[in-house]
Nanobody, 121 residues
Framework: QVQLVESGGGLVQAGGSLRLSCAAS????????MAWFRQAPGKEREFVAG????????YYADSVKGRFTISRDNAKNMVYLQMNNLQPEDTAVYSC??????????????WGQGTQVSVSS
C-alpha cells in the first residue's frame, strides 16, 4: 500500500516556476514507477511526466518537454516536478501516481488527491 500526498501548487504568472512535491508512505516506494498527471477543467486527465524506479529514466509529454523536470529521492520517499516557464495552458490539478510500468500513460495503482496549479497571463 502506498499513500501519496502532493504539495507545492499555487498561483504564478506566465513565465514563472513552481516545484511540486509528492510525499509517499510505505516501505516499497522505491519499487514503483512514479508519474505526474494533470487535469484541467472540462478536459481529460493527461500524462505529464514519468520516472522509473531508480530515477535514471524519465518520460515527458511533448507539451512540457524542455520546461518540466521530474525527479525522485527514494531515501526520502519523494517525487518532484520542477516546472519552469509556466504558461496559462498549464493550469490544472496536478496529481502524482505510483505504478508498475515506467512511462506508462495508464494503469497506475495509487493516486494522490492533487494540487492546484494556476498560471495567469
Amino acid at each position: 500500500q502506498v499513500q501519496l500526498v502532493e504539495s507545492g501548487g499555487g498561483l504564478v504568472q506566465a513565465g514563472g516556476s513552481l516545484r511540486l512535491s509528492c510525499a509517499a508512505s510505505g516501505r516499497t516506494f522505491s519499487a514503483y514507477a512514479m508519474a505526474w498527471f494533470r487535469q484541467a477543467p472540462g478536459k481529460e486527465r493527461e500524462f505529464v511526466a514519468g520516472i522509473n524506479w531508480s530515477g535514471v529514466r524519465t518520460y515527458y509529454a511533448d507539451s512540457v518537454k524542455g520546461r518540466f523536470t521530474i525527479s525522485r529521492d527514494n531515501a526520502k520517499n519523494m517525487v518532484y516536478l520542477q516546472m519552469n516557464n509556466l504558461q496559462p495552458e498549464d493550469t490544472a490539478v496536478y496529481s502524482c501516481a505510483a505504478g508498475q510500468v515506467p512511462g506508462s500513460k495508464y494503469s497506475y495503482d495509487y493516486w494522490g488527491q492533487g494540487t492546484q496549479v494556476s498560471v495567469s497571463s
